[in-house]
């Protein structure tokens, strides 16, 4: 997992963030949105995925009827694309990518300070 997700949780339906699939994603960790341009959310995606589509797709939604693809997994080469960007459901257990920031760092030290990194 990246801390990458999708805006679909109450107070995601502004109009700066439609359509979803392009103008809502963000970098939870630090509030940081992706980009978009064209008409597609820039960044590592890859051009395909299970559904052949280039990637955001929400292909298990679409196909499903259920489970918002509204995370962002970074695939090492599962579908012959490289080690790219796939947004997937939230629910698959995947590995992550650890993204830290001073406003993480300090939660994590006032939570559990017998856990929080030292520098």
């Not at 980009?35 to 590592?44: C, E, H, I, N, Y």
């Not at 693809?69 to 579908?79: G, M, S």
């Not at 796939?86 to 990518?97: L, M, N, P």
């Amino acid at each position: 997992w990246t801390s990458g997700r999708k805006c679909n949780f109450p107070g995601c339906d502004r109009a700066d963030l439609q359509p979803a699939i392009v103008a809502g994603w963000f970098w939870s960790g630090s509030d940081v949105r992706l980009g978009s341009k064209d008409g597609a959310v820039t960044g590592a995606w890859s051009k395909t995925g299970g559904a052949k589509e280039p990637q955001p797709d929400n292909r298990e939604f679409k196909v499903e009827g259920k489970h918002d693809e509204a995370c962002v997994a970074v695939l090492n080469n599962f579908y012959a694309d490289g080690v790219v960007w796939h947004d997937i459901a939230c629910y698959h257990k995947k590995g992550f990518v650890c993204e830290d920031s001073d406003k993480l760092m300090d939660f994590a030290r006032q939570t559990s300070p017998e856990h929080a990194p030292r520098i």
